[in-house]
C-alpha cells in the first residue's frame, strides 16, 4: 500500500535537546512538507522541500532543521532553540505539479517537553 | 500576508438538520482545499476545488468555490453524528498551485448531537 509514515507517534524531549521526526514516503512524490499543529488551531508550515537535496523555510521555520538526501525521505529535528516545541507534527506529500491533486498526510508525531 | 478565515469555528448541530460552513482567504487562487480531522488523528482530504464556480459532493457534504468572492462554502445536508470532526480549508501559498505548501484556516470544530 502506498502512503506517508511518521515514527514515533509519541516522542517526549527533555530541555536542551535535540530530537529527530522521521517522514517517509513511496508515493513517489516530489513535494515534501512539515507542518505544526497547536491545539485548537490550524496547520502552520515549517519547512518544504520540491526536489532531493533542496528545501525552502515556511512560515514558522526558526527551531527546527530539514534535510532532504531521498526522495521517499523528509526528517524534521526540533532544536533546543525551539522553546515551545510541544505540538501534533504532520508530514505531508503531493505530486510535483500539484494540478488537481491534494496534499496527502502522515499519521503524525505528538511531541511533549519532559 | 495571505489569510484564511472559517466560521463558525464551533457549531453544534443536531442530527437531521443542514448548516453551512464558510471559507474568506485574501489571495486570488483559484484552488482550494477541504480536510477533515478527527479526535487525535491526522487529516483527511476532502475536497479539491479548482476552478470558480466549482462544486463536489460527496454524500452529505457539499462544497463550492467562488474566487470572484474568495469564498468556499461546505455544506452539510441531514446532518448525522458521524460527521462530528474538525474541518479545515487551507489555499495553496502560491498562486496557481505549485509546491510551496498551503495555508489553512483555524478549523470549524463541528459537534452534531442526536
Not at chain 1, 498526510?105 to 519532559?114: A, C, E, I, K
Amino acid at each position: 500500500d502506498g502512503g506517508i509514515t511518521q515514527s514515533p507517534k509519541y516522542l517526549f524531549r527533555k530541555e536542551g535537546q535535540n530530537v529527530t521526526l522521521s517522514c517517509e514516503q513511496n508515493l513517489n512524490h516530489d513535494a515534501m512538507y512539515w507542518y505544526r499543529q497547536d491545539p485548537g488551531q490550524g496547520l502552520r508550515l515549517i519547512y518544504y522541500s520540491q526536489i532531493v537535496n533542496d528545501f525552502q523555510k515556511g512560515d514558522i521555520a526558526e527551531g527546527y532543521s530539514v534535510s532532504r538526501e531521498k526522495k521517499e525521505s523528509f526528517p524534521l529535528t526540533v532544536t533546543s532553540a525551539q522553546k515551545n516545541p510541544t505540538a501534533f507534527y504532520l508530514c505531508a506529500s503531493r505530486p510535483w505539479t500539484g494540478a488537481q491533486e491534494t496534499q496527502y498526510f502522515g499519521p503524525g508525531t505528538r511531541l511533549l517537553v519532559l | 500576508e495571505l489569510k484564511v478565515e472559517q466560521n463558525p469555528l464551533f457549531l453544534s448541530m443536531q442530527e437531521g438538520k443542514n448548516y453551512t460552513i464558510y471559507c474568506n482567504y485574501s489571495t486570488t487562487s483559484d484552488r482550494l482545499y477541504w480536510y477533515r480531522q478527527d479526535p487525535g488523528k491526522s487529516l483527511e482530504s476532502l475536497f479539491v476545488l479548482l476552478s470558480n464556480g466549482a462544486v463536489k459532493q460527496e454524500g452529505r457534504l457539499m462544497a463550492s468555490l467562488d474566487t470572484k468572492a474568495r469564498l468556499s462554502t461546505l455544506h452539510i445536508t441531514a446532518a448525522v453524528h458521524d460527521l462530528s470532526a474538525t474541518y479545515f480549508c487551507a489555499v495553496d501559498k502560491a498562486s496557481g498551485g505549485g509546491a510551496d505548501g498551503l495555508t489553512f484556516g483555524k478549523g470549524t470544530h463541528l459537534i452534531i448531537q442526536p
